[in-house]
């Protein structure tokens, strides 16, 4: 969709518009309605049966050809019925769809030609300004008052060229031609193409060349105007434009090399001596032939172009300089689209430079000379461009030489020819700004010679490093990820081409095709502009594809003839020098990679370590840079540490310091000390990412998780605070969002079998599918509305999600049989036992505590497993899980069904206290009513009572406590920070005394301890009891409230549970209580 209008300063030809940074994308909404309309259309019969069906949904993967007749039949159809869209969307006050009209984008993607250099293109002379000089004050009171066409009429909307992405190292397309249609209201024919009644299409002349406007500057009569709004002013307007279509029949505009080139891409084959004396003409005087050849199309088997407008008679002149494959083209795409209809027209042509060393060597003259290579000079490259607005790409790992890409032209082409250029053609199409330059590039056809595509580069995929890195052990957790990673292996050894294992194989893929393009001598360094047309500002009589073919013939003109602008920014190289220094690289990787496999297969199921992980992709990545010089391959933070970009910088050469990064014997050695890391502290490493890009985060969470904890992350927990901090962080980062992920799976799975069946039949009113649809409608929104809540798996939140989701499907619902008590020290004990003793005879696995697929299990087994039990001990691991709930507020948790979680069994978490008593009738029995009436008369009559004789006290949390209080929970964080570098037995007791707390929770003594810290801490003053006192007075300062909670309850905890904390001796890294008594107390550790 593209606007309307044209943004504010958008027709200023000083202020330049990049499209690229233009968010073009439709919200879900509107892509919907979009989409649902587009579908409609191929349910027509004409279109139907064209593969477009009903069921493709957004995101989907379903893609379908059509031809191009149909094509033009559906955009025929979608523009008949975009007034009736609008209509039926328009009461939802949506303005996007008035405000924006549909464009259609015409690419025509390899219709590649090679344009013969003929006589008329050999003798053609340079272009100079066809404007007067006398009528450049004139033009400028114009230019200020008008701006062309598009300041005169509205009915085409401006739009910018939708053109291809060109970010990346450089555009793949040679010549690719972009047609951007707007809608046009006035038109009697608004289709992109060329329909096939011509005698339908006749276009009203636009408003800027009607009678009484002034057409071109030297046919202006400046002294005889008539008056537009006299009498006469109808018929003198009708006469003049007469006259003036008469005489532009038989008058020669201004200068015979200035208005009328073409487009295409052009390849050219040059000469050049060892002296660097300008670039020749080839001896042959023949170019090279392109790939992606234009489709040979007959003019006679087309329509006849309706919108184009007979060329002038300065046109038909130029038709000397048009080549055969140049025509046809012309004549096809005059055919084919109507230039009315369309906003840009963008293209590029390309110059293929050779050039060949001078024979100096006696008893050499007379024999051919040798072709050598040329690469782009980097600091020569710079004086083209006007600050940083290029990219460099430096190949064969030498900083100096290499391709190069900008998204404006360079100097020796902007500077001169195309300012005469664009002159010119505004000054034919009455100063409008018609003829614009953007994306350059220079890059070796080596490139073409090991890649045809972006995809074909295979040292650029990093297979290596998906292939080495990942253990069998964890390849072997899923059919999905053996198959992928055998088929990876079998790429890196070579296996999918067994008669030339290196075919297939990274880098010596690359090498042998280096080596062909030795032996082709294809050394040819090539230069592509993108040209693009503002089609709706030209004028009437210039509106058509000569004119949009025009600026070719001078740009070819130009490498021809004045090799001396562009020669300066190129190197030659002997072939032998380059590119025969990619293919000994090439070797060295290959040798690199092949002692990787062998140190990996002899590792059998533990696969490669740490170092050597990041050793093969640092090799794959080095790799990708020699190749195609993109420096996005090389994280530079990693590379810089390493000591590579240093070196590549100054010596050209990949460096490896070993003492960071040692891959020459054995394992390895990494270096960690001053390595980049995450923002939970891990390392970053380089083959993670290479690993979720093929795989994905599943995998690459895994494998981050072994490293961290086998290598690194295990030696760090070395006490109770350690460890309590880190399951916090993965039940809060990484159990709460995947187990969020699988309830909110499985119940829409239930939502939408649902609505299919057309709702449960106890739903609505009715019971008909229409509110039983609308209600679950209302679920579906009940559902995101819970997966977007900060905690949600608190009672209050999981009350709603029963009350407002559960209830749709009879399966889900949930009532008190599907509902189970259990307390957190015994969940955390199955989730310890099934994480250490899964698959055992007689325990649980990993599946009934934790959905399929999921990373946190791994992560936290791995932790356990690499912790020594001197830290950590299974005890403390348990407190440490259950505590980690309770600060994560998870009260309820997903059941399990047959050794499997499901989410239609739900576990509510419960502290120490003592389950509800169970009342021991048959249910719905007579029995069982009077219990039940009982119990609740109980409850009434003990609680009116307490009413009215005890006043209530609100402290800001339910009793019993299901959570830590807010207070108290700041102090035990407090505590954390001050002794994070002071004695750590110290903070490890604070941390056993956290644990136990959590685990006294529901408590009725502990819900008294806490009332008590909460009615102290909110005291104004601190209270203390002085020795030989027996009453409360007020201490001098103030102390820190929610510290003295903490200290509160941690010396509360040693009588409320004794056995919970060493009193004579330490036990492990936890301090005994004898000494602790000492230390509560003091300001600081």
Avoid at 9 to 26: E, F, I, Q, V
Avoid at 125 to 140: K, M, S, W
Avoid at 176 to 191: A, G, K
Avoid at 922 to 947: I, M
């Amino acid at each position: 969709m593209h606007p309307n209008q044209r943004t504010a300063g958008a027709n200023n030809p000083r202020r330049r518009h990049d499209a690229t940074h233009t968010r073009t994308a439709l919200v879900q909404g509107r892509a919907l309605m979009l989409a649902s309309y587009i579908k409609d259309i191929f349910l027509r019969g004409e279109l139907l049966g064209e593969g477009v069906e009903p069921r493709w949904a957004l995101g989907g993967k379903e893609t379908q050809m059509i031809a191009f007749d149909k094509w033009v039949i559906f955009q025929t159809l979608f523009m008949d019925g975009w007034t009736g869209f609008l209509e039926r969307f328009s009461a939802q006050d949506d303005t996007f769809w008035t405000d924006h009209q549909p464009a259609f984008h015409a690419y025509d993607y390899g219709a590649n030609i090679n344009i013969e250099v003929n006589e008329g293109i050999a003798n053609l002379e340079e272009e100079t300004v066809i404007r007067p000089a006398y009528l450049d004050g004139l033009d400028d009171e114009f230019d200020e008052s008008d701006d062309g066409y598009d300041g005169e009429s509205n009915s085409v909307p401006a739009t910018q060229q939708g053109w291809g992405e060109i970010g990346g190292e450089e555009r793949e397309d040679e010549l690719d031609e972009l047609c951007d249609q707007p809608t046009v209201e006035v038109e009697d024919n608004d289709s992109l193409f060329v329909s096939e009644r011509v005698d339908d299409v006749a276009s009203p002349i636009p408003p800027i060349l009607s009678p009484g406007r002034i057409i071109d500057a030297e046919y202006r009569d400046i002294d005889g105007e008539v008056d537009a709004n006299g009498p006469n002013g109808d018929e003198e307007r009708e006469r003049r434009f007469l006259e003036w279509m008469n005489e532009s029949e038989n008058t020669d505009i201004g200068q015979d090399n200035g208005t009328q080139l073409q487009d295409q891409e052009h390849q050219y084959d040059g000469q050049d001596n060892s002296q660097q004396q300008p670039l020749s003409p080839d001896t042959d005087g023949n170019d090279d032939v392109h790939p992606r050849q234009a489709p040979d199309i007959s003019p006679a088997s087309l329509p006849p172009s309706s919108a184009s407008i007979p060329a002038t008679e300065d046109q038909r002149e130029h038709d000397a300089l048009y080549s055969p494959g140049l025509m046809r083209l012309r004549e096809a795409l005059e055919a084919k689209y109507n230039l009315d209809n369309i906003s840009h027209v963008s293209y590029a042509l390309a110059v293929d430079v050779h050039c060949t060393a001078e024979n100096t060597y006696p008893g050499t003259e007379g024999r051919v000379s040798r072709p050598v290579c040329l690469l782009a000079d980097r600091n020569r490259v710079a004086g083209e461009f006007y600050g940083s607005n290029y990219t460099f790409y430096p190949l064969g790992f030498h900083p100096a030489y290499g391709n190069f890409t900008s998204d404006r032209p360079p100097a020796f082409l902007d500077n001169d020819l195309f300012t005469v250029m664009k002159e010119n053609m505004s000054h034919q199409n009455q100063g409008a700004d018609v003829l614009s330059f953007g994306f350059f590039q220079g890059y070796s056809n080596l490139k073409r010679s090991i890649r045809h595509g972006p995809h074909d580069l295979l040292a650029s995929h990093g297979l290596a490093t998906a292939a080495l890195t990942i253990p069998s052990t964890e390849a072997q957790r899923t059919a999905r990820l053996k198959d992928k990673q055998q088929r990876l292996l079998a790429q890196v050894r070579g296996r999918l081409t067994p008669d030339n294992p290196g075919a297939s194989t990274p880098f010596a893929r690359e090498r042998q095709r280096v080596e062909a393009a030795m032996q082709a001598n294809e050394f040819a360094f090539r230069f592509e502009q993108v040209i693009s047309i503002d089609a709706p500002r030209l004028v009437r009589r210039r509106r058509n594809f000569s004119s949009v073919l025009q600026p070719i013939f001078q740009l070819m003109r130009l490498f021809l003839k004045e090799k001396q602008l562009y020669a300066g920014i190129l190197r030659r190289f002997n072939p032998d020098i380059f590119p025969g220094v990619m293919v000994a690289f090439a070797r060295v990787m290959e040798a690199a990679i092949a002692e990787m496999d062998r140190r990996f297969r002899e590792a059998g199921s533990k696969g490669l370590g740490m170092a050597l992980s990041e050793g093969v992709a640092a090799l794959d990545r080095l790799g990708n840079f020699c190749f195609t010089g993109d420096p996005r391959v090389l994280p530079t933070k990693v590379m810089r540490l390493l000591g590579t970009m240093d070196s590549l910088k100054t010596c050209g050469w990949p460096f490896i310091s070993p003492r960071m990064l040692d891959i020459r014997d054995g394992q390895g050695l990494v270096n960690l000390v001053g390595w980049p890391q995450l923002s939970n502290g891990r390392p970053v490493l380089m083959h993670v990412a290479s690993l979720e890009y093929h795989y994905d985060r599943t995998v690459a969470s895994n494998r981050h998780s072994q490293l961290w904890f086998a290598e690194l992350g295990g030696r760090s927990i070395d006490g109770m605070d350690r460890m309590t901090t880190f399951l916090h962080e993965v039940f809060q980062d990484l159990w709460i969002p995947e187990t969020v992920a699988f309830i909110a799976r499985q119940v829409r799975r239930g939502l939408n079998r649902g609505i299919r069946s057309g709702g449960r039949s106890d739903v609505g009113e009715h019971g008909d599918a229409d509110t039983g649809n609308e209600e679950s409608a209302q679920a579906m929104i009940a559902l995101e509305a819970w997966e977007a809540r900060d905690s949600p798996f608190k009672t209050s939140n999981f009350e709603k999600l029963s009350a407002e989701v559960l209830k749709f499907d009879d399966r889900l619902m949930m009532n008190e049989s599907k509902i189970v008590l259990k307390t957190r020290r015994d969940f955390a004990e199955e989730i310890f036992v099934a994480l250490m003793e899964g698959g055992r005879k007689g325990h649980l696995g990993v599946e009934s505590v934790a959905p399929t697929h999921s990373t946190w299990p791994s992560i936290l087994r791995a932790a356990i497993q690499h912790t020594r039990g001197s830290f950590a001990t299974r005890a403390q691991w348990v407190s440490g899980i259950a505590a980690a709930m309770v600060s994560a507020s998870i009260e309820w948790v997903p059941g399990s069904h047959r050794r499997r979680l499901t989410h239609q069994q739900v576990v509510q978490l419960v502290g120490a206290a003592a389950s509800a008593t169970v009342l021991a009738a048959r249910p719905d029995s007579l029995k069982r009513r009077a219990l039940e009436a009982e119990a609740r008369r109980t409850v009434d009559s003990v609680g009116v009572k307490r009413a009215k004789i005890r006043p209530r006290i609100d402290l800001g949390c339910k009793i019993p406590f299901k959570q830590i209080p807010d207070i108290v929970e700041r102090g035990f964080t407090e505590i954390r920070r001050l002794f994070a570098k002071g004695d750590q037995r110290v903070l490890s007791h604070y941390c056993a005394a956290y644990c136990c707390l959590t685990d006294c929770l529901e408590d009725p003594l502990c819900d008294l301890m806490l009332i008590l810290t909460l009615t102290i801490t909110a005291s104004s003053a601190t209270p203390e009891v002085r020795p030989n006192t027996k009453g409360f007075s007020v201490t001098a300062k103030r102390r820190d409230p929610a510290l003295l909670a903490a200290n509160m309850v941690t010396r509360m905890l040693w009588f409320l549970r004794p056995e919970a904390f060493p009193w004579d001796k330490d036990q492990d890294t936890v301090l005994r209580v004898s000494e602790m008594t000492k230390k509560i107390g003091e300001p600081r550790p």
